[in-house]
């Protein structure tokens, strides 16, 4: 799915302003060097939102496990189908994929957490509809943050989740 993918996102690893250990999501742009001086890729949670898909649209991501840890991978809003595994050497500005694995049986369907292994791609399928609403329960609802229809998707480790590994999700 290289080339395919309408976002190719990280998990990360880095550190806080103390020296420990945090978690964050991220794309493919490096987001500068971390206080150790090493390339990052994460952003926090009020970073400008990188994930804006217009209502109704379908898309393919691609999600690239940089860190130590297995992820479960969390989405509000969507469903999504897992539709293969891949290992990959490198970093997100110079990575090559191997050969595809499909999910496991317990994966297939529709799932709202995925689980994202170190080392791995994992590439998930979704639609983003938005909810619809009675009439009397309907209102123009917006983010006050970002003026959009604002979600998360988030790791399901609580402690990871509480460190930034977590991203708003804004339906245009």
Partial sequence: ?????????????????????????????????????LPTWGLPYLAPTTENPTAGSTEVWQIMNLTGDTHPIH???????????????GDPGNWSAGQPMP???NEIGWKD???????????????FNLPNLPTKAMRNAVSPRTGGKEYVW???????????????LVIE
């Fill in 1 to 37: 799915f290289v080339g395919v993918a309408n976002r190719t996102l990280t998990l990360n690893e880095d550190f806080d302003e103390f020296g420990r250990l945090i978690q964050t999501m991220g794309t493919l742009e490096q987001n500068g060097v971390n206080n150790q001086g």
């Fill in 75 to 89: 989405f509000h809003l969507v469903n999504v189908q897992l539709i293969q595994r891949q290992p990959f050497t």
């Fill in 103 to 105: 999910p496991d049986p």
């Fill in 113 to 127: 957490t995925v689980r994202v292994n170190p080392g791995e791609i994992a590439t998930v399928i979704m639609q």
């Fill in 154 to 168: 988030h790791c399901h480790i609580l402690e990871h989740e509480e460190h930034d590994m977590m991203r708003p």
